[in-house]
């Protein structure tokens, strides 16, 4: 008997050395390569203090930015896996742009890495999961849909969900109650109201009927934190393969059979009885038809504000692709996932500004103020939005601070020579990942200087062209950048709008300054919340 356990004893010893060599091998990686890399803590790499709360995704990436000051890439382990991060500019529009055909995809990290997928999957199938030349269809197949003319075709239903806040805002102020309120849940519900008509093509109203079944539904299927997500989350970064042939699915599947089901539904409605209604349900049907097509918009790039991305070649290209239903159906999900949350994260770090920085909020209001006496009596148009400089300014400066897609990422899908032009030059091989640290960079002294200061005046008309546009990526970097930057700029500035012709910005008790971030997953918010009141204005 004690011969047995002495075996079982060697065999498992065995078994945990050989997997503590083969782990540690792993971590050897970067010596192969003449680029600094951060020391990897065993098993955890260097994302053991996300994964245990010690730091925030902010922190955690700047400091990891910050370790190589004069690097233009650095290596560093999430969890076992190798990670470049490029920290300059130049070559990050080198590798999104000029040499995208190497860098073409995003990490496989919830989708596993064949291209072909189940059209049923939710996420799989959204534009930002899709890969190769699957996603070059879909990609061109959507771009028409976010043209600055489709933008003044939505626009009315935007500005009608801003009405209908700043309405209830005023109704509820007039009956004596105190709008002090938690800006993340704030814009959350105003996103997905903005997302419920845009996008799926019915009216909800999440701040009158707060538990509607939308809302409520979006909630779970959004809800991020809970460990069961982060355990998948970290399972499905860690064996992307494995758990595609497991079948796991990143999305709650109750709230996407609702979902899915909502949409279909809309779809035979309005087939059946011809209704036509300039919303995105109805750009998935003009594509079914194949009618959706590139037009040509003088104003498109000039108005749409600085912070405006773009399409490339790749979203202005044609093909033959017949898409199924499903696979449509899965772009309400990406654009759900931006009106909830994207949406929401911009508008709660932006409205939190304009309160610490009063003189800011007061010359814009003043703006507001100024375009409204212009329309005399008629309503905001997409156009006169557009116009409004200072708004432009305020926004961009805020994307700049805060960008909500805090880092991006891209997988080398064929071997690629990386080459600095100063020296440093190796293979980056097919399947390794790239990060690029927005949140950094933006706020790197040696782009804007004083960067921690909330400064609308680095976009003015004198100084915008100071900025080097490759340091400037809040809707990131070439043909793979955000396709909805259009609308999410629309969104956030007629909401403003509304609000600030009626309501100052102000703190509270509540309000935490300065403002600490939340060590509670991988998302950009604050650690109490983010606490402002929105007070009436006196006649």
């Known amino acids: ?152 075709h939505m626009f009315e239903l935007v500005v009608e969900c801003g009405r209908s806040m700043a309405e209830f805002l005023r109704s509820e102020a007039e009956a004596g109650k105190r709008l002090e309120f938690e800006m993340k849940d704030t814009f959350a519900r105003f996103g997905n109201d903005v997302i419920a008509t845009v996008a799926f093509g019915i009216k909800v109203d999440s701040l009158r009927d707060r538990e509607n079944d939308f809302y409520m539904q979006g909630k779970q299927l959004l809800n991020f934190q809970r460990w069961s997500v982060m355990v998948k ?163 961009s400066e805020s994307l700049r601070k805060w960008p909500p897609g805090v880092v991006s990422d891209r997988y080398c899908t064929k071997d690629y020579r990386f080459d600095d032009g100063a020296g440093t030059s190796f293979v980056i091989e097919k399947g390794r990942s790239i990060w690029i640290p927005a949140i950094a960079i933006h706020n790197d002294p040696q782009y804007y200087p004083n960067p921690d200061r909330f400064d609308p005046e680095r976009f003015s008309e004198q100084n915008k062209s100071k900025i080097n546009p490759a340091s400037y990526i809040p809707f990131g970097s070439g043909p793979r950048n955000c396709i909805g930057s259009r609308l999410a700029l629309m969104e956030i500035k007629s909401i403003v709008y509304y609000l600030l012709m009626d309501f100052s910005f102000e703190p509270t008790e509540k309000t935490q300054i300065p403002l600490r971030l939340s060590k509670n997953g991988f998302i950009l918010q604050g650690e109490k919340g983010v606490w402002l009141e929105f007070k009436p204005r006196v006649p």
């Open 233 to 395: 989350f970290l399972l499905m970064r860690a064996m992307p393969a494995l758990m595609e042939k497991l079948g796991t699915d990143f999305v709650d599947a109750q709230a996407s059979k609702y979902f899915r089901g909502m949409i279909m539904e809309n779809m035979k409605q309005r087939q059946a009885h011809g209704i036509v209604r300039n919303d995105m349900i109805h750009m998935l049907m003009e594509v079914r038809k194949g009618a959706l097509k590139h037009e040509k918009d003088e104003q498109e790039t000039k108005d749409a504000g600085f912070a405006t991305v773009e399409e490339s070649q790749v979203g202005k290209s044609v093909h033959s692709r017949v898409w199924k239903d499903n696979e449509l159906v899965a772009q309400c999900f990406i654009f759900f996932l931006a009106g909830f949350d994207t949406l929401s994260t911009g508008l709660t770090f932006l409205t939190y500004e304009l309160t610490i920085n009063p003189e800011i909020q007061k010359r814009l209001y003043e703006e507001v103020m100024e375009t409204e006496k212009s329309l005399d009596g008629k309503p905001l148009t997409y156009e006169v939005l557009q116009k409004m400089q200072y708004m432009d300014m305020v926004v």
């Open 1 to 152: 008997m004690m011969e047995v356990n002495l075996f079982v004893a060697i065999a498992v010893g065995g078994l945990i050395l050989a997997a503590y060599h083969y782990i540690s091998k792993r971590y050897t990686y970067f010596l192969t390569k003449p680029i600094p890399c951060v020391e990897p803590s065993f098993l955890l790499g260097n994302t053991g203090p996300m994964i245990t709360r010690r730091r925030d995704m902010v922190s955690h990436v700047r400091m990891l930015y910050d370790s190589f000051p004069d690097a233009k890439i650095m290596g560093f382990y999430d969890l076992t896996k190798p990670i470049f991060m490029i920290r300059d500019p130049e070559m990050v529009k080198k590798i999104t742009v000029k040499d995208f055909d190497h860098f073409t995809d995003h990490t496989p990290t919830m989708t596993g890495t064949s291209e072909d997928i189940d059209d049923g999957a939710l996420f799989s199938n959204s534009l930002f999961a899709l890969r190769g030349q699957k996603w070059r269809d879909m990609r061109a197949t959507l771009s028409p849909a976010f043209t600055g003319s489709k933008m003044r």
